[in-house]
């Protein structure tokens, strides 16, 4: 894996959960990466790693500012808790502001190898083109109506509870989101 890179796609098209499945793929201690069943895979899944930092907007503010991106590199030098790596996951990295972006630079090139970044953004054209060349970009995309209700009657116990009961109600829920698997869980 790169030490830096960027996922990006339209609201609710899966960035974080790809962000997550990468993380998970990075830290994995199987054959088979991610094999979601060893230690790293289970904490990272579970949302209870703490070496999987999420970096996004404080509520009081509109961008990500160089304060946000301090912490990241205060804290990068000092070493994973009980993972092998540490990861920090950005998101709406598009809000990061210029200062903010060029200080990521810095950690990009000279970090510690044992620290990766993602980028989640929905307006990757918005960060700096040395930002955008440092990190490779993985794109995302809404699903079909049809494949959103197989995926989630698939993996969602109600949605398939509720195509048994009302299947319009699951159509409109499907149609309602957007083509988003986030939205749809929402709703």
């Known amino acids: 894996f790169p030490n830096a890179f960027m996922i990006s796609g339209p609201e609710g098209s899966g960035k974080s959960t790809a962000a997550l499945l990468f993380a998970a793929a990075i830290a ?7 094999c979601g069943k060893c230690e790293s895979c289970r904490k990272i899944s579970e949302g209870i790693s703490p070496d999987v930092i999420t970096v996004g907007l404080n509520k009081d503010r509109k961008t990500i500012g160089i304060e946000s991106v301090r912490e990241i590199t205060d804290t990068a030098y000092i070493l994973p808790n009980d993972l092998d790596v540490k990861i920090y996951i950005i998101k709406d990295a598009e809000k990061l502001t210029a200062q903010a972006q060029n200080a990521l630079l810095k950690i990009f090139e000279e970090g510690p190898k044992s620290v990766y970044f993602t980028l989640l ?8 083109p040395t930002v955008r060349s440092r990190a490779p970009e993985i794109k995302t995309e809404v699903f079909s109506d049809k494949r959103l209700t197989e995926l989630l009657i698939e993996n969602v116990k109600k949605a398939s509870e509720l195509v048994a009961k009302d299947a319009l109600a699951l ?17």
């Open 171 to 187: 159509k409109k829920i499907v149609s309602a989101s957007g083509g988003s698997y986030g939205k749809a869980l929402a709703i």
């Open 28 to 34: 994995c201690k199987g054959e088979s990466r991610p």
């Open 121 to 128: 953004t929905s307006a990757p054209s918005q960060l700096l």
